[in-house]
């Protein structure tokens, strides 16, 4: 079966940091693009981060950009978001997905920056 | 930035109707479009990408068309499990972006 296993989530304080891991099974990692999405509280969805299938390229929105850092170890199938200087507005549940239309989904895992 | 917007918010529809939900691009995506249903406390699920192309196990009640800024989702017969929330988004460039959602609730 074709899986992604978030986990990392937690709670933090602002200015903090955490790191979210993403482990992929029952399919050809290396092959894919791989992109964290969010969703804060009662809100809708946002794209976050995105990596190609070799690490070379590597896309933020606008309000993580010099705070998240997306990158993947192909030998172990796994993706990683290491967020720093976290903010209230981070408060959500990250998802990790497969491509760039989202054929798969993590189940998700919630983070949560509050003092 | 592509801006996608979602109309309308809510969508109050009987079951056995039909469901059309619209989604709009301030740029054109060509045909890079999906779209997802979300029931609470799930993850999304793929139901429609390349526009119109319904996504493994899909079933045939669920139908995308458009393309470059003006897309639509319908559903041609409401199930019970068919009230969720719809998010359609573009893969485009490599910043993929969601619309605001379109919650389908029984009428």
């Known amino acids: 079966e074709e899986q992604l296993v978030e986990s990392g989530g937690g709670l933090v304080q602002p200015g903090g940091s955490l790191r979210l891991s993403c482990a992929a099974s029952g399919f050809t990692f290396n092959i894919y693009w791989m992109t964290w999405v969010r969703q804060a509280p009662g809100k809708g969805l946002e794209w976050v981060a995105n990596?190609?299938?070799?690490?070379?390229?590597?896309y933020y929105v606008d309000s993580v950009k010099g705070r998240f850092t997306i990158s993947r170890d192909n030998r172990k199938k796994s993706l990683y978001l290491q967020m720093n200087s976290l903010r209230a507005e981070d408060t959500a549940v990250y998802y990790c997905?497969?491509?760039?239309?989202?054929?798969?989904w993590g189940q998700g895992t919630m983070v949560t920056v509050s003092s | 930035e592509i801006v996608m917007t979602q109309s309308p918010a809510t969508l109050s529809v009987s079951p056995g109707e039909r469901a059309t939900l619209s989604c709009r691009a301030s740029q054109s995506v060509r045909t890079n479009l999906a779209w997802y249903q979300q029931k609470p406390g799930q993850a999304p699920r793929l139901l429609i990408y390349?526009?119109?192309t319904r996504a493994t196990g899909i079933p045939v009640r669920f139908s995308g068309s458009g393309s470059e800024t003006e897309f639509t989702l319908t559903i041609s017969s409401l199930q019970s499990e068919d009230f969720a929330v719809y998010y359609c988004?573009?893969?485009?460039?490599?910043?993929?972006?969601f619309g605001g959602g379109t919650k389908v609730e029984i009428k």
């Open positions: 997905a497969r491509r760039a239309d989202f054929d798969i």
């Open positions: 988004q573009q893969y485009n460039n490599w910043r993929g972006t």
């Open positions: 390349g526009a119109s």
């Open positions: 990596i190609k299938q070799d690490g070379s390229e590597k």
